[in-house]
Nanobody, 121 residues
Framework: QVQLVESGGGLVQAGGSLRLSCAAS????????MGWYRQAPGNQRELVAT???????NYADSVKGRFLISRDDAKNTVYLQMNSLKPEDTAVYYC???????????????WGQGTQVTVSS
């Protein structure tokens, strides 16, 4: 089995910072793209940022210049540094990873359980 476990969420005032972490564990041969998504109440889940195995990144326009995604392949971990947080960043943040469990297997999409980020005004 493969698990993605997020950590680092919490309550912060507007203008503050948080750092999210997501560690993948289990039987893993390789991890391709990793990313963060978020879902606010009443809204659909939306992309926040992604990072490829080669380090190429992509960000939602709403977080460009404020959030930074990075990864540590030795630890099978992806991070999201969130700065200058705004109340509209309040959401449950989900980690995502495209993982091959063995050399012979296909790549599958895995999700974490989510971590709450709340930004107060």
């Amino acid at each position: 089995q493969v698990q993605l476990v997020e950590s680092g969420g919490g309550l912060v005032q507007a203008g503050g910072s948080l750092r999210l972490s997501c560690a993948a564990s289990g039987r893993i041969f390789s991890i391709n793209a990793m990313g963060w998504y978020r879902q606010a109440p009443g809204n659909q889940r939306e992309l926040v940022a992604t990072i490829t195995r080669g380090g190429s990144t992509n960000y939602a326009d709403s977080v460009k210049g404020r959030f930074l995604i990075s990864r540590d392949d030795a630890k099978n971990t992806v991070y999201l540094q969130m700065n200058s947080l705004k109340p509209e960043d309040t959401a449950v943040y989900y980690c995502n990873a495209d993982i091959r469990r063995t050399y012979w297997s296909y790549e599958y999409d895995y999700w974490g359980q989510g971590t709450q980020v709340t930004v107060s005004s």
